[in-house]
């Protein structure tokens, strides 16, 4: 089982390009969800989706779209890249919005914003 | 959003010494979870806890909730170099703290 997927691992903008980071799980989990983390920092969440079709802003949204494409693909989309959104990236899924489930991690993206 | 605050932000001790780190709140957790994560990965889940003043254990590490949901520790008994990383506890997905990075010296 591949769990989480996400693709590409490391990438490298300039200021005002975009780009769309792209995520996959294998574990038919309802619930998907991007984080970001800055050095020596915790996890910051982006976006989630608590089911198929249904997507909410999380802590810091601003600067990002996503797109539940299906159950399986969670994708970030960065429209007008900036430094400050410079940062690790991380999708996230679990097997419902619930109380107390487990958080399942891709292996994250590296992105540097110039 | 709650604001989970850990502490320390970062603690460097001898293979074989007790530690114990803290996440804190002004808010009541409904649950906590507690995370380690590798230089490279993403967090992998450690422990959940629900009930006030519930004690788990996991090998040599003892998780404790407080009896009023607003504060959790982490306790390791004789560290080992493989307990070395970045310690996060989670509020229900949404908020993660600040994280503690350890590092054990063999």
């Known amino acids: 089982n591949a769990g989480v997927t996400q693709t590409p691992k490391f990438q490298v903008l300039k200021t005002g390009q975009s780009m769309t980071l792209q995520c996959a799980q294998d574990?038919?989990?309802?619930?998907m969800y991007w984080y970001r983390q800055d050095p020596g920092m915790g996890l910051r969440l982006i976006y989630y989706?608590?089911?198929?079709?249904?997507?909410d802003k999380g802590e810091v949204p601003n600067g990002y779209n996503v797109s539940r494409l299906n159950k399986r693909e969670f994708s970030l989309r960065l429209e007008s890249a900036a430094p400050s959104q410079t940062s690790v990236y991380f999708c996230?899924?679990?097997?419902?919005?619930?109380?107390?489930?487990?958080?399942?991690f891709g292996s994250g993206t590296q992105l540097s914003v110039l | 959003t709650q604001l989970l605050e850990q502490s320390p932000q970062f603690l460097s001790i001898q293979e074989g010494e007790n530690l114990t780190v803290y996440c804190n709140s002004s808010?009541?957790?409904?649950?906590l979870q507690w995370y380690r994560q590798e230089p490279g990965e993403g967090p992998v889940l450690l422990v959940t806890?629900?009930?006030?003043?519930e004690v788990k254990k996991l090998k040599r590490l003892t998780f404790q909730f407080g009896d009023a949901r607003k504060d959790s520790s982490l306790h390791i008994t004789a560290a080992q170099p493989g307990d070395t990383g970045l310690y996060l506890c989670?509020?229900?997905?949404?908020?993660f703290g600040t994280g503690t990075r350890l590092t054990i010296i063999p």
């Open positions: 808010s009541v957790f409904s649950s």
């Open positions: 989706s608590a089911s198929e079709g249904t997507t």
């Open positions: 996230a899924s679990t097997p419902t919005a619930s109380q107390g489930e487990k958080l399942f």
């Open positions: 989670n509020h229900e997905k949404l908020t």
């Open positions: 574990m038919n989990h309802n619930s």
């Open positions: 806890v629900v009930t006030g003043g």
